[in-house]
C-alpha cells in the first residue's frame, strides 16, 4: 500500500551531469524511496528475512511446498508499512498471504509485526511486483489480488506511469484462478476513474459491483490510519472488485 502522494516528478530521469546518452530505463510505477531503518525494522530485516523473505533468483514458487498446506492465495502488491497486510493475515490463518513492496523500511516493518505476532502464513517480496509476476508466480495460483492505494500519478503526464494498464490487467488475469478476484482501492476520485475504465474493458474479467461501478468497502479490507485521516478530512475512497470469468 503505497501511501505518499507527494511524489519526485522526475524519478526515472538520469542524474545531473550523466551523459546525454545515458539509456532510458523502463517506465516505472513506482519510486523507490529510501529511509531510516529502525531497529524494529532492522530486526524485521535481520531475524524475519532469511524465515519469511522471497527472492526473484528462487523462480516460479511451489506453493504449497512454500507454506506446506493448500489454502486460500492472496498477493498484495505495494503492502506500505504492512499494518493492513499483517491484520489479514491474523485475521485468516487457514488463508496464505504474499507481499510485495519496494520500500525497505517497510518491508522491515512488516516483518518485524510478523515475527512478534508469531504469524507464519505470509511471505514477503522487496522488489518490483512486475518482476514477481512474470518470475515467481504460477498460473491460476492466486484466489486475490489486493491493490490498496497505490501511487496515483496524478499529473496527466504521468498517468502512463499508473500501474493499473491493460497489459497489466492482462498479465494479473492470467495469475488469479477462475472465479478470482482483482481488489483495487484508491482514494484519488480521477485514479479509480482510471480503474474502472481500464478494467471494464479488459477481456476475461467481471465487475463485482452491482450497479457496474464500484462496491462499499468490503469488511475484509482493514482501515488503516491514513484513510482515517483521510476521513476525517472529508476524503473519499473508492473500491473496486472484478472476478476472472475467464
Given at each position: 500500500m503505497t501511501e505518499n502522494h507527494d511524489l519526485?516528478?522526475?524519478?526515472?530521469?538520469?542524474?545531473?551531469?550523466?551523459?546525454?546518452?545515458?539509456?532510458r530505463r523502463a517506465i516505472r510505477s513506482f519510486v523507490m524511496r529510501a529511509g531510516r531503518m529502525t531497529d524494529a525494522q532492522k530486526r524485521g530485516i535481520d531475524l524475519g528475512w532469511p524465515r519469511f523473505g522471497l527472492?526473484?533468483?528462487?523462480?516460479?514458487?511451489?506453493?504449497?511446498a512454500l507454506f506446506g498446506r493448500e489454502a486460500p492465495r492472496t498477493l498484495e502488491i505495494g503492502f506500505g508499512m504492512g499494518q493492513s497486510?499483517?491484520?489479514?493475515?491474523?485475521?485468516?490463518?487457514?488463508?496464505?498471504?504474499?507481499?510485495?513492496?519496494?520500500?525497505?523500511?517497510?518491508?522491515?516493518?512488516?516483518?518485524?509485526?510478523?515475527?512478534?505476532?508469531?504469524?507464519?502464513?505470509?511471505?514477503?517480496?522487496?522488489?518490483?511486483?512486475?518482476?514477481?509476476?512474470?518470475?515467481?508466480?504460477?498460473?491460476?495460483?492466486?484466489?486475490?489480488?489486493?491493490?490498496?492505494?497505490?501511487?496515483?500519478?496524478h499529473k496527466k503526464k504521468h498517468n502512463k506511469r499508473r500501474i493499473v494498464q491493460l497489459a497489466f490487467a492482462e498479465q494479473l488475469r492470467s495469475k488469479l484462478k477462475i472465479g478470482g478476484v482483482f481488489h483495487m482501492a484508491t482514494d484519488w476520485e480521477a485514479y479509480a476513474e482510471h480503474m474502472l475504465e481500464?478494467?471494464?474493458?479488459?477481456?476475461?474479467?467481471?465487475?463485482?459491483?452491482?450497479?457496474?461501478?464500484?462496491?462499499?468497502?468490503?469488511?475484509?479490507?482493514?482501515?488503516?490510519?491514513?484513510?482515517?485521516?483521510?476521513?476525517?478530512?472529508?476524503?473519499?475512497?473508492?473500491?473496486?472488485?472484478?472476478?476472472?470469468?475467464?
Open positions: 519526485p516528478d522526475t524519478a526515472d530521469l538520469p542524474e545531473a551531469g550523466a551523459e546525454s546518452s545515458f539509456p527472492n526473484l533468483e528462487n523462480g516460479l514458487l511451489n506453493l504449497d497486510l499483517l491484520e489479514m493475515a491474523q485475521a485468516a490463518p487457514e488463508q496464505d498471504f504474499i507481499g510485495v513492496e519496494v520500500h525497505r523500511p517497510g518491508v522491515g516493518s512488516l516483518l518485524n509485526g510478523v515475527l512478534t505476532a508469531n504469524v507464519d502464513n505470509l511471505r514477503v517480496f522487496d522488489c518490483d511486483a512486475i518482476e514477481v509476476l512474470n518470475q515467481c508466480i504460477p498460473d491460476a495460483s492466486l484466489d486475490r489480488v489486493l491493490l490498496f492505494f497505490p501511487d496515483p500519478w481500464v478494467m471494464s474493458a479488459a477481456p476475461g474479467y467481471r465487475n463485482l459491483a452491482e450497479d457496474g461501478t464500484y462496491v462499499p468497502r468490503p469488511e475484509e479490507r482493514p482501515i488503516t490510519k491514513f484513510e482515517r485521516r483521510g476521513e476525517r478530512l472529508g476524503h473519499g475512497v473508492w473500491d473496486l472488485k472484478f472476478e476472472r470469468v475467464e
